[in-house]
């Protein structure tokens, strides 16, 4: 049985060495390996990237050809077996599809393939913002602050400072989200600095945001809101008096002013003194020879209660003299 499996072992052996060389003694090629010279496979705009395509064994000279998405982008002859490389710039979005290499000799004329590789474009981050709901804080309160690049690819990982010390762990952002904190204002050093760093997967692009600083609210005397109240209660009653003197005061005044003013004449009237101004007063006086009193009428007329006014007669004491 041993003896069987060591038959077998070799037989594998020698099929193997056949396949790899030919009838005119040629070796063929390993499978190529394609690699990025840059070790990395991300990349950002009008970056100039090498790719490396390389077999290990087989007889030279050797055909090198790249691929992008089954498309021939490029050919190189190598007379050994030292890698071929390839230059590219990335224009476009475009310019990081999916890549393979191919090589060729005179003992693989269908070529062996390598393995695919996809480079992913990477947009360097703009500067981040740091702001917060409210820019004033007291003690014993608690406060949020908000972190955003708007530019960037994703993820990108944010840390937050007071001054220069860290004060979060890493917060990691999926999407374009601002990354948030919750701060407890305890003491006054709570009223310092902050900032935020903002960094994605590009190699030495992390970026640092405004400064952002927390202002002392003022406390709010309990007599304000009693002073505003007394305030408004005056103004108030300011208003009720200016409306007030051309309806009460100023007809009330000229009332009695007319009433001093016929209390002075001698003449008397059963029709209130308010009302006075309402009416045109006609008097007519007839002289008499012999007697000592005098009759007149006293005709009152007044516009819209014409219908309802009445002639009244008064008597009054005139002395006539020769």
């Known amino acids: 049985m041993f003896f069987l499996t060591i038959l077998l072992f070799s037989y594998l052996q020698m099929s193997h060495q056949i396949q790899k060389t030919t009838a005119n003694g040629k070796e063929m090629l390993s499978n190529p390996r394609l ?17 490396s395509c390389h077999s290990d ?38 310019d990081v599809g999916e890549y393979k290499c191919k090589a060729e000799n005179k003992a693989s004329s269908d070529g062996k393939y390598s393995n695919s590789l996809n480079f ?30 708007e530019n960037g690819s994703l993820p990108i990982t944010y840390v937050f400072f007071k001054g220069k010390q860290n004060i979060s762990p890493p917060v990691k952002m999926h999407k374009r989200e601002a ?67 051309p309806f009460f005061i100023i007809p009330s005044y000229k009332a009695k002013k007319l009433k001093s003013t016929r209390s002075s004449t001698g003449l008397t009237s059963p029709v209130n003194a308010e009302d006075a101004e309402s009416y045109v007063i006609y008097t007519e006086i007839e002289p008499v020879t012999s007697e000592e009193y ?29």
């Open 35 to 51: 690699m990025s010279v840059q070790r990395t496979l991300n990349v950002v705009m009008n970056q100039n990237v090498s790719l």
């Open 57 to 94: 064994s087989g007889s030279p000279p050797v055909t090198y050809t790249l691929f992008k998405h089954n498309q021939k982008v490029s050919t190189l002859n190598r007379p050994d077996l030292t890698p071929a490389l390839f230059n590219l710039t990335i224009n476009s979005a475009s």
């Open 120 to 149: 992913t474009l990477i947009e360097p981050i703009s500067k981040p913002v740091l702001s917060s709901p409210t820019s004033q804080a007291k003690k014993g309160q608690n406060v949020t602050l908000s972190c955003l690049s």
């Open 179 to 245: 990354a948030v904190i919750f701060l407890y204002i305890s003491s006054s050093s709570d009223f310092g600095t902050y900032k935020c760093r903002a960094g994605n997967s590009f190699r030495n692009n992390t970026k640092y945001s405004n400064s952002f600083n927390f202002t002392v609210a003022e406390e709010r005397s309990h007599s304000q809101p009693l002073i505003i109240s007394l305030g408004l209660i005056l103004l108030l009653l300011i208003i009720g008096f200016a409306l007030a003197i």
């Open 294 to 322: 005098v009759n007149f009428p006293i005709i009152r007329r007044e516009d819209e209660k014409a219908e309802k006014a009445a002639c009244a007669t008064v008597y009054s004491t005139v002395f006539i003299g020769d």
